[in-house]
């Protein structure tokens, strides 16, 4: 799910944070780095792992992450820019309801296996997927909280969208209350 990690990474990051500051670009990379890890990994080796939500699909993976900024960067604009990539991926294990899969969430502490994804082989588990409903709604609820940014934002004009790909800001004030 694309839509929805971004679309919902975005809206509850710029809420809790209210940092209209923030590189986006940075915060959308964290939010799709574990599928981008872990999905291609999953389906090759899916007949070892029985799963597609692997090892970036686990709280140790965005510990490490945000343990990496902390220690690789110094205070100030470069932590800042690099932190929203840790909260990407703590906010894809969030919108994943990662904890309904704790073999997953707390791996390797509660053992070496993946919470399996309970299908035969990764065709079945892809066609699961696609034939979804829940997933295309929230692909959906995604992709119109993005539209509705990118609206509100003007991304229509070319100036704008520049600006946004060059700093990774959005001009949509957030509302301080």
């Known amino acids: 799910m694309l839509l929805w990690h971004i679309g919902g990474t975005v809206a509850a990051t710029r809420y809790a944070f209210r940092d209209d500051r923030m590189d986006l670009r940075f915060l959308v990379f964290g939010a799709v780095l574990?599928?981008?890890?872990?999905?291609?990994?999953?389906l090759f080796g899916f007949s070892?792992?029985?799963a597609v939500r692997l090892f970036s699909h686990s709280l140790l993976f965005g510990a490490l992450v945000m343990t990496g900024v902390v220690l690789g960067t110094r205070r100030g604009r470069p932590r800042k820019r690099w932190m929203p990539v840790a909260i990407g991926i703590l906010m894809h294990l969030f919108l994943d309801a990662m904890w309904a899969d704790p073999e997953t969430l707390w791996w390797p502490f509660l053992g070496w296996d993946?919470?399996?994804?309970?299908?035969?082989?990764?065709?079945?588990l892809i066609s699961s997927v696609v034939s979804?409903?829940?997933?295309?709604?929230l692909e959906a609820l995604g992709g119109v909280y993005l539209a509705y940014l990118a609206r509100r934002g003007n991304l229509a004009s070319r100036q704008e969208r520049e600006r946004f790909l060059k700093t990774g800001r959005i001009g949509v004030p957030i509302d301080r209350r």
Do not use: K, Q
Not at 34 to 42: E, K, M, N, Q, R
Not at 116 to 123: D, L, V, Y
Not at 132 to 137: E, F, H, I, L, S
């Open 132 to 137: 979804d409903w829940r997933v295309w709604a």
């Open 48 to 50: 070892t792992f029985g």
């Open 114 to 124: 993946f919470a399996a994804a309970g299908f035969a082989n990764a065709g079945a």
């Open 34 to 42: 574990p599928d981008l890890i872990d999905t291609p990994l999953g």
